[in-house]
């Protein structure tokens, strides 16, 4: 059975957001012969936004693949895919935050990140250990939850702000 985890609500939220509350004033405060221009990529930078935080991951009984969108290809983001007889082990390595990623590293020496911004993320681990035989124990999130809600919050605290602004 074929399984898909979405990339994370709440790091897709943020994101766009974050977005919105940075760019949506540029079309309302450029001049008058820019307003067009900037309508045009407003929206283009919108869907980029929208199209980059689409990834997926793809599990079934043989293997798991990552899967990238359109535009996170041409950023230089890559698709791969993993038999599960092929990964060796997971290993962590620290980030310059505080926190870990990790790695599946298989037995031909390659290393390909594990996702850790997808639904479902308990799920998805227990696939892996289920299929692997590997422990999962410690791994989590690259970032707790509230961050992304906390970045959500702002967001939007600064769009209202921003049309309150407009508005009056």
Same mark, same amino acid.
């Given at each position: ?10 790091? =897709? ?71 599960? =007889? ?36 308990? =799920? ?45």
């Amino acid at each position: 059975m074929i399984e898909k985890f979405k990339t994370l609500f709440f790091v =897709k939220s943020s994101l766009i957001s974050l977005y919105l509350a940075l760019t949506i004033p540029l079309p309302f405060i450029s001049i008058e012969k820019l307003k067009i221009p900037s309508i045009i990529i407003f929206a283009i930078g919108l869907y980029l936004i929208i199209n980059i935080t689409s990834d997926y991951v793809e599990t079934c009984s043989n293997k798991i693949s990552y899967k990238s969108s359109f535009i996170s290809k041409l950023l230089g983001r890559k698709n791969w895919e993993i038999f599960w =007889k092929d990964i060796k082990l997971i290993k962590s390595l620290p980030t310059s935050q505080g926190s870990k990623v990790y790695y599946f590293n298989t037995f031909q020496g390659d290393n390909f990140l594990v996702p850790q911004r997808v639904e479902n993320f308990e =799920k998805f681990l227990l696939i892996v250990s289920s299929n692997t035989g590997i422990a999962i124990d410690g791994i989590s999130y690259i970032s707790p939850l509230w961050t992304y809600k906390l970045l959500t919050l702002l967001s939007v605290l600064m769009i209202i702000g921003e049309l309150f602004a407009f508005l009056t």
